[in-house]
């Protein structure tokens, strides 16, 4: 089936509301300078609700590998649930590769890449902050620092059969609650977004074996510090001191998990946030250096340069 002209004029109408940012459809029209439509492209279906720009739900079925260059920012937080299908994935300069029945998860900020994909159906949810914060949730769902805000580990979630039907049950309620339009429409959707996130944490926590000891909630509680201050704490001490430990004593705690140091995690969430905006801002260095906390932008280009083997300069180039 060609691809209709009007889809693709709704297509672009979503597309520049920011929804459809590196997933799916736009992966696979997308080149890096242009949009373009590939004449082989089989669209089976295309829908989209939104509710008042805060919060959408999209269903996208294709039968055609894709393959896109395209980095896109995220400017909300998304889960991806990919129902059927492989592909490639770049998510903050690393590689993911998945098969099959997969959920995955994106903050603001993180920057997103298809490398290669073939779906077959999937959806994204995309919400912001003012229709839910996952930071003021976290004390009933626990999902901050798990499926979201958790840029260290593999992001991929593999629901079993038995999980999938659930998921699809709060999906149709979800879809079936856009569609009414009825009184009180705010509170059932983010009802239905509360349930999908909270189940969507308990399969990861299967998965992971998510442990909730002491040091564990230590670690936790360490990186959403480093979260919300990297750009202004860059010792271990100032973060061992919030917590009412020694930096020896935090050390000691992280080795007992297997994890890297806390020095290393705070230079890796500022070299992350260095490659952002260096690769998708048009700041000059200096004022990257700065807003990174360094007020040496020579030392903040000997600390990227350390870090990552070429200058933030070379990488901007890249």
């Given at each position: 089936m060609l691809f209709d002209v009007t889809v693709f004029r709704r297509l672009l109408l979503i597309s520049a509301k920011g929804f459809f940012s590196g997933f799916l459809s736009v992966s696979c029209i997308y080149t890096?300078?242009?949009?373009?439509?590939s004449q082989t492209m089989a669209v089976q279906d295309l829908v989209t609700y939104n509710f008042k720009?805060?919060?959408a739900l999209h269903q996208v079925q294709f039968e055609k590998a894709c393959i896109a260059n395209k980095n896109e920012r995220v400017d909300s937080?998304?889960?991806?649930?990919?129902?059927?299908?492989?592909?490639?994935?770049t998510i903050d300069f690393e590689s993911y590769s998945f098969t099959g029945n997969v959920l995955f998860f994106l903050s603001p900020g993180q920057v997103f890449t298809v490398d290669s994909e073939k779906v077959k159906e999937a959806y994204q949810l995309s919400f912001t902050r003012d229709f839910y914060c996952i930071q003021a949730h976290d004390a009933e769902v626990a999902c901050n620092g798990v499926l979201f805000n958790n840029v260290y580990q593999t992001p991929f979630v593999s629901p079993s059969?038995?999980?999938?039907?659930?998921?699809?049950?709060?999906?149709?309620?979800?879809?079936?609650?856009?569609?009414?339009?009825?009184?009180?429409?705010?509170?059932?959707?983010?009802?239905?977004?509360?349930?999908?996130i909270v189940y969507s944490v308990r399969i990861k926590k299967e998965r992971d074996v998510v442990k909730e000891d002491?040091?564990?909630?230590?670690?936790?509680?360490?990186?959403l510090l480093v979260e919300q201050n990297y750009k202004s704490l860059h010792s271990v001490t100032d973060y061992a001191n919030r917590l009412g430990l020694s930096p020896k004593s935090l050390t000691k705690h992280f080795q007992k998990l297997g994890v890297q140091t806390p020095s290393d995690y705070i230079k890796n969430r500022i070299i992350t946030e260095a490659k952002r905006k260096l690769r998708y801002s048009n700041d000059a260095i200096k004022y990257i250096a700065f807003?990174?906390?360094?007020?040496?932008p020579?030392?903040?280009s000997r600390f990227f340069a350390k870090a990552t083997g070429i200058s933030p300069k070379q990488f901007q180039k890249k």
């Open positions: 890096t300078n242009s949009l373009k439509l720009n805060v919060f937080y998304k889960i991806y649930w990919i129902k059927e299908g492989k592909g490639t994935y059969d038995v999980e999938t039907k659930r998921l699809e049950m709060i999906l149709s309620g979800l879809i079936e609650e856009f569609r009414l339009e009825e009184t009180a429409q705010y509170d059932m959707l983010q009802s239905f977004l509360k349930q999908f002491a040091e564990t909630k230590l670690f936790k509680d360490f990186s807003d990174l906390g360094f007020n040496d020579a030392y903040f």
